[in-house]
């Protein structure tokens, strides 16, 4: 009998502070992808499975108060089951999937945000990931203000979108010291330029990653 090797998919994740355009790129990447023959998925952090948007609504209700380390814990919870039910089985059965926020976000908002030690998501992050990262991870960097006058009077805030200007900044910082020790796996891009030369920078690097052997 013989076996067919499944070759592995491809795991992309977007990053960046809120407002940063996340979700607008988010659609031209599953248009560049439909032209590809790579069976891809998009999902979501904190969320993608049953459970995870349960921790999700909890983790983004402004109503909920959590410690610092419940709130971490929670990150993982539901990242954990994120990847045992849609991520692996997504993987090893050899389709891309697009991650719109991973554990990038968790050293961010939870470290760089709320206070967490970067050592303790780091082991939470052995736990849960057991090595699993990233292939591709887009950062979306722009200063705090051009978010915050991007995003002015177009959504509802959820809890984090409702913290101080200083909160953010905190986050911002985490995010590109993330970007510093990762540099293989982060890219940085600049989010302050128009749409059109944001997505042609988007699109070489998921031509790179569609090559790389
Ligand atoms: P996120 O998903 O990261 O929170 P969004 O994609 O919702 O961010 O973008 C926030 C707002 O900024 C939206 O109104 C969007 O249309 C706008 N926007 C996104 N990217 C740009 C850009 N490069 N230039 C100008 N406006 C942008």
Partial sequence: MSTQQVRRG???????????????????????????DVGAAFTREPGGTPLSEKIRDLLLDPGTVASLDAEALLAFAARQQHIAEVIEPALAAGRW???????DSTYA?????????????RALEDWVQRGLQPDLTLLFDLPTEVAAGRMAGTRVPDRFEQEAADFHRRVR?????RAEEAPQRIVVLDAGRGIADIQADIAVHLQRLLERG
């Fill in 10 to 36: 491809r795991f992309i994740t977007l990053e960046g502070i809120d407002g940063a355009g996340k979700s607008t790129h988010l659609s031209f990447i599953r248009d560049w992808l439909s032209g590809r």
């Fill in 97 to 103: 999937l697009v991650s719109d926020r991973f554990t």
């Fill in 109 to 121: 908002f939870q470290g760089g945000g709320r206070g967490v030690p970067f050592e303790r998501i």
């Fill in 173 to 177: 910082a985490a995010y590109l010291r």
